[in-house]
């Protein structure tokens, strides 16, 4: 299988995008981490991948404390001896707000979540993959970390912007030691996150409509996405944003 003996990290798995993307890389025969605060959801993540056949660990650790970071990485290299790759997924939105209504706790709380933590995970990540020659990391952005909106997203929009800029500076940093560093940049893909949006039939419609290939993404999409940015076939591609959005980005 194509990640058989590889050790993948996967953050934000305890649902939606990275509990697919964790199941997706066990099912190729990688041994997980799946990072999570929510326990029962973890294991919960855990079960279905050994139910496929595959190997799991769940690491519970909040992404944004540094000590629970490296609690993580210092786990996976205890339990499987090595990390090869890691998909830095978690990520929080704020509740719409416009720029102005928005709580300073909210701006916090999203910039520490999608873009301080992907910066605390490479941190430790990196090391730990520097000690068997290299590895892959994929970081998690959004079609609104290359556009703006007016939808009531303002953190959320700088945290998925930074991740880019994030990526790009620590892949030029690292490239020459074997560290592939990207990121990719998603639509609408129906998640526990986005559920309130979405099941309004009137917003569900209008956002469909932007996506010019017909259809919302699944998480399943972005799983495929994020194991070819990890695999040696992407060997050549580092300091990316693979945008994956069914055209919506280009209109
Ligand atoms: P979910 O809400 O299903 O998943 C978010 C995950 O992040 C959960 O597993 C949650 O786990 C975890 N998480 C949040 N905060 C923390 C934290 N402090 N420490 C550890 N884990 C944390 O949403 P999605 O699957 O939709 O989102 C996953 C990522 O994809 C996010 O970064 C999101 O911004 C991004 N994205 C999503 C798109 C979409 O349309 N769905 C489009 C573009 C990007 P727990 O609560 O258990 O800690």
């Given at each position: 299988m194509r990640y058989q003996d590889k050790v993948v990290l996967v953050t934000g798995?305890?649902?939606g995008i990275g509990r697919q993307t964790a199941l997706a890389f066990a099912k190729q025969g990688a041994k997980v981490a799946v990072v999570a605060r929510r326990a029962e959801l973890g294991q919960e993540t855990v079960a279905l991948i050994k139910a496929a056949g595959g190997e799991g660990l769940f690491i519970q650790a909040d992404v944004c404390q540094a000590n629970q970071v490296q609690h993580v990485v210092d786990t996976v290299l205890k339990q499987?001896?090595?990390?090869?790759c890691a998909f830095n997924n978690a990520g929080v939105a704020e509740p719409i707000s416009n720029t102005v209504d928005l709580s300073e706790e909210d701006f916090d709380r999203v910039i520490n979540t999608n873009l301080k933590a992907v910066w605390l995970c490479m941190k430790y990540q990196i090391p730990a993959m520097l000690k068997t020659g290299g590895g892959a990391i994929v970081n998690m952005s959004s079609v609104w970390g290359i556009l703006g909106t007016a939808m009531g997203v303002p953190a959320y929009v700088a945290s998925k912007h930074g991740v880019i800029g994030l990526t790009k500076a620590t892949a030029l940093e690292f490239g020459k030691q074997g560290i592939r560093v990207n990121c990719i940049s998603p639509a609408w893909v129906p998640t526990e996150a986005n559920a309130p949006v979405l099941d309004n039939p009137d917003l569900h419609g209008m956002i469909l409509a932007q996506h010019p290939i017909g259809r919302l993404g699944d998480t399943q999409d972005v799983a495929q996405a994020v194991m070819w940015l990890c695999?040696?076939?992407?060997?050549?591609?580092?300091a990316q944003n693979l945008v994956l959005d069914g055209g919506y980005s280009v209109q």
């Amino acid at each position: 299988m194509r990640y058989q003996d590889k050790v993948v990290l996967v953050t934000g798995a305890s649902s939606g995008i990275g509990r697919q993307t964790a199941l997706a890389f066990a099912k190729q025969g990688a041994k997980v981490a799946v990072v999570a605060r929510r326990a029962e959801l973890g294991q919960e993540t855990v079960a279905l991948i050994k139910a496929a056949g595959g190997e799991g660990l769940f690491i519970q650790a909040d992404v944004c404390q540094a000590n629970q970071v490296q609690h993580v990485v210092d786990t996976v290299l205890k339990q499987f001896g090595r990390l090869d790759c890691a998909f830095n997924n978690a990520g929080v939105a704020e509740p719409i707000s416009n720029t102005v209504d928005l709580s300073e706790e909210d701006f916090d709380r999203v910039i520490n979540t999608n873009l301080k933590a992907v910066w605390l995970c490479m941190k430790y990540q990196i090391p730990a993959m520097l000690k068997t020659g290299g590895g892959a990391i994929v970081n998690m952005s959004s079609v609104w970390g290359i556009l703006g909106t007016a939808m009531g997203v303002p953190a959320y929009v700088a945290s998925k912007h930074g991740v880019i800029g994030l990526t790009k500076a620590t892949a030029l940093e690292f490239g020459k030691q074997g560290i592939r560093v990207n990121c990719i940049s998603p639509a609408w893909v129906p998640t526990e996150a986005n559920a309130p949006v979405l099941d309004n039939p009137d917003l569900h419609g209008m956002i469909l409509a932007q996506h010019p290939i017909g259809r919302l993404g699944d998480t399943q999409d972005v799983a495929q996405a994020v194991m070819w940015l990890c695999s040696e076939e992407a060997a050549w591609y580092t300091a990316q944003n693979l945008v994956l959005d069914g055209g919506y980005s280009v209109q």
